[in-house]
């Protein structure tokens, strides 16, 4: 039986709406953010309400939800809070991929859509499976995951994306950096022997000008230099289901 409390649902979170609409719910999103981007022809008419860090609180208010999600990196704690303290709100906020099966779990219980979700969280431990059984065959990679560049930002192990790299065999050389999201200068992943770079498409936008300027350039050094989909690393939810096996293509294919 569908939950009575998630019929109004305002998503803060671009996974998440993702998931919203795969599980068959898009008909309870009455409001999204402007980067709630996919699936795009479902979203086209779904009202926005600002962006993930500054949404539109009194347009959301308006509105009368009686289900908020949202997630404490991509959403400011004065946001959460605010709508907190007036609607039921989901934060969730994985920093592993077990964790994001949990709370793709946690949000179809929520939605009364569990029978839904079951073919997706089978896909999901299908996709680990594969993962892990072809990295116990090759050498750990040492990847340099660009998030930002101007200056040059990575990631440190304490979240989804380097949870992600792990499964693929890959560790990111600012792994053991106090920072979550390190500056970390290409010279520096020299130092640390890295052998790949990925470029993300989000939330700088690399793109394959910017590709072959970086190898052109060698700036870091011989490592291989490649584009990814920021998506498959970074949104959890149901894009998990092919996502991380696109992951580990993305990883195993550029070498």
């Avoid at 795009?40 to 509105?63: C, F």
């Avoid at 592993?96 to 939605?111: C, K, Y």
């Avoid at 092919?242 to 550029?254: E, P, S």
């Amino acid at each position: 039986m569908a939950n009575e409390s998630s019929q109004r649902i305002v998503s803060l979170v671009p996974s998440t709406t993702e998931s919203i609409c795969e599980l068959g719910a898009l008909d309870r999103l009455i409001a999204c953010t402007r980067y709630c981007t996919e699936p795009e022809s479902a979203l086209r008419h779904v009202p926005r309400v600002g962006g993930t860090k500054n949404p539109d609180r009194q347009a959301i208010a308006s509105l009368d939800p009686d289900l908020v999600l949202a997630n404490a990196e991509e959403n400011r704690p004065e946001d959460i809070d605010w709508l907190a303290a007036r609607f039921p709100t989901l934060v969730q906020t994985p920093r592993s991929i077990v964790e994001a099966g949990n709370d793709l779990r946690v949000l179809a219980m929520r939605l009364g859509l569990l029978e839904q979700a079951q073919p997706f969280l089978l896909r999901i431990e299908a996709q680990i499976t594969a993962a892990e059984v072809i990295a116990l065959s090759k050498p750990t990679l040492h990847v340099y995951y660009a998030i930002w560049r101007m200056p040059w930002m990575t990631i440190n192990r304490d979240t989804f994306i380097h949870d992600v790299l792990q499964l693929c065999g890959a560790t990111c050389v600012a792994a053991d950096d106090p920072a979550r999201y390190p500056h970390m200068e290409p010279i520096d992943a020299i130092v640390r022997g890295v052998e790949l770079v990925l470029l993300a498409s989000e939330p700088w936008e690399f793109d394959e000008g910017q590709r072959q300027q970086i190898a052109e350039a060698k700036l870091f050094g011989d490592a291989q230099v490649a584009l990814c989909d920021g998506r498959d690393f970074c949104w959890h939810g149901v894009r998990m289901a092919d996502g991380l096996g696109r992951a580990l293509a993305a990883i195993r294919g550029a070498l």
